[in-house]
């Protein structure tokens, strides 16, 4: 398993999400989302040990979340403003994929106050991945199982921070264990994820980038 925290300090990459985190928090004043289903029952011990039970059963997606996809759900796009913002998150989300050279953007959303998303794996979509969190007061947390079962809790911080992982499949040539994790968040969340095939080189150099303030 591989986890890495890392000290965001590269310039570009801070104000491409400075912009981001602006014009996202416009949209999100402007809804009224607030969260149905009760976090507990989805991130708890017991419903992670029934994740992991299930082994290949289970797929790998979240089964149950409460966030919202900042380009494509109905509440945002609905909003007049959306038209003029739209363009804006999308181009700022582009540099950022270009930037870290990125197979993809896995993830981009937000998770309102009770937010969260359910213990899963990836295990369909296997690779590295870089997590861009931001969090209004630091009040939420990423949780993972190390390779011994044990969770291990990460705590937000406030505004902008990083994390580098990678998530293996079920059948992963070097017997890399599934990455099991889950989040949740008492405020406003933001997250972003940037998925890469299988390059260890790249990720070494990526994490020297992004620590770097050039």
């Known amino acids: 398993m591989i986890y890495n925290k890392v000290q965001l300090k590269n310039n570009y990459v801070c104000d491409r999400l400075k912009t981001i985190e602006d014009n996202v928090l416009n949209l999100v ?13 989805f ?3 017991k419903y992670c040990k029934d994740i992991i ?6 797929e790998g997606i979240p089964e149950k979340e409460e966030m919202l996809d900042i380009l494509n759900s109905k509440q945002f796009r ?27 953007q896995a993830l981009f959303a937000y998770y309102p106050p009770k937010g969260f998303i359910s213990w899963h794996n990836n295990a369909n979509a296997p690779g590295y991945n870089v997590l861009f969190t931001w969090s209004e007061t630091g ?10 079962g044990k ?4 705590q937000d911080e406030r505004g902008w921070s990083c994390k580098m992982m990678h998530f293996a499949s079920y059948y992963d040539k070097e017997n890399r264990n599934p990455m099991y994790h889950a989040a949740y968040t008492k405020c406003k969340r933001i997250t972003m ?3 890469f095939e299988e390059s260890q080189n790249i990720w070494n150099d990526l994490m020297e980038d992004l620590q770097s303030e050039q």
């Open 29 to 41: 004043d402007k809804i009224n989302y607030k969260t149905k289903l009760e976090a507990t029952d």
């Open 43 to 45: 991130i708890s011990e």
């Open 53 to 58: 039970d299930r082994h290949v059963g289970h």
């Open 78 to 104: 609905e909003l007049e403003e959306y038209k003029e913002i739209y363009p804006i998150i999308f181009s700022e989300s582009i540099k950022l994929q270009e930037f870290l050279s990125s197979t993809n």
């Open 139 to 148: 009040d939420g947390w990423f949780a993972y199982k190390d390779d011994d």
């Open 151 to 154: 969770t291990i809790k990460v």
């Open 193 to 195: 994820a940037f998925r």
